[in-house]
């Protein structure tokens, strides 16, 4: 209760009505985070189909004849790389060096384009011995979740080389900051996703 | 928030080291290596090597949360860590409630002729 008696003369105001400051962006990186979260809702959809098509091989291939673990090793290391050359490109930034940031956002870019790379051969390999999508429950499942985590590299990466344009162009501006961190954000997130895609895909796939 | 509603302040941005990156990547390159030396050299039984390198996993998603996307309890006041529980509740219920329905259809469906060991090893008790 407040003391003050309200007088005639003198505007009654219960409510603040002038606009708070919100620098731009203010509510990008929560709700970029959010988006990473209805992006993780596809992820767990496609893992529960393959989850439960996993053992449908129609009488073809399984996956311990299709699967070599030493290929998805060589995969992982790739991606696992350039997870932490991403994190050197934030650290590069917060010191505003633009130019380390655009090398280790580079040798990132690499790094996926490894990983696509062999993703790709795998997936010819596969298709071209009859795996094909096509083949039973288990290959089709398996090429959506897969290939559905291989699509968000690719634009990953799209996003990266856009990114790296716009550095040169405008330099550390706050915009370009927040930026650099919604793709590590990204970037993390899809190497989250791989440890759940060769963990319960490949390695389980081959004990199966 | 700060006390005066008016002060233009700068977007909060978490604060990344390099310490954190560099226990983080040493912590996944373990976590990373020791499910697929156990699935290639089997040293275990195929039951224990599923529950140990589905436990890695965990642990390693975990490890990336923390050290790579910097999550914290107090992230953007909170609602990132809610946001995560909320999809992590959903998913579980998800994933789950998925193979619940499907094994049980499954284990509804009349025998398939082409897969003869299946359905006879199933009935044996």
Request: net charge negative; charged share 10%.
């Amino acid at each position: 209760m407040s003391a003050k008696t309200i007088t005639a003369d003198e505007p009654v105001q219960f409510y603040d009505l002038d606009e708070h400051a919100h620098p731009e962006g203010h509510s990008t990186m929560l709700g970029f985070w959010i988006y990473l979260m209805s992006d993780c809702l596809i992820f767990a959809i496609l893992f529960a189909c393959y989850a439960v098509l996993g053992g449908s091989y129609a009488a073809g291939p399984a996956p311990k004849d299709l699967f070599d673990l030493k290929l998805i090793a060589l995969n992982t290391a790739m991606l696992l790389f350039s997870s932490i050359t991403y994190g050197f490109a934030v650290l590069q930034m917060q010191q505003g060096k633009v130019k380390g940031v655009q090398l280790w956002l580079a040798i990132t870019g690499l790094f996926g384009l490894a990983f696509l790379g062999i993703e790709l051969y795998e997936f010819h390999h596969l298709i071209e011995i009859g795996a094909t999508p096509q083949r039973s429950a288990f290959l089709s499942s398996f090429f959506t979740l897969v290939g559905t985590h291989g699509l968000h590299v690719t634009f990953g990466i799209v996003w990266l080389v856009t990114l790296m344009v716009q550095l040169s162009k405008y330099g550390l501006i706050a915009a370009n900051k927040r930026r650099v961190m919604c793709l590590s954000m990204f970037w993390h997130f899809l190497d989250v996703v791989w440890i759940g895609v060769f963990t319960f895909v490949y390695l389980m796939g081959v004990l199966r | 928030m700060s006390a005066d509603p008016h002060a233009v302040h700068e977007i909060e941005m978490p604060h990344a080291s390099m310490r954190d990156y560099v226990v983080g990547f040493v912590l996944s390159v373990i976590l990373t290596a020791i499910p697929f030396w156990l699935v290639m050299a089997m040293p275990l039984s195929a039951g224990a090597t599923g529950a140990i390198i589905m436990g890695f996993a965990v642990v390693q998603i975990v490890v990336h949360m923390v050290f790579f996307l910097h999550m914290t309890p107090k992230a953007e006041g909170g609602w990132s860590l809610t946001s995560l529980i909320f999809t992590v509740i959903v998913v579980a219920i998800m994933l789950a409630g998925s193979l619940w329905v499907m094994h049980h259809l499954n284990t509804n469906m009349m025998p398939m002729p082409h897969e003869p060991t299946s359905q006879t090893t199933s009935q044996i008790p």
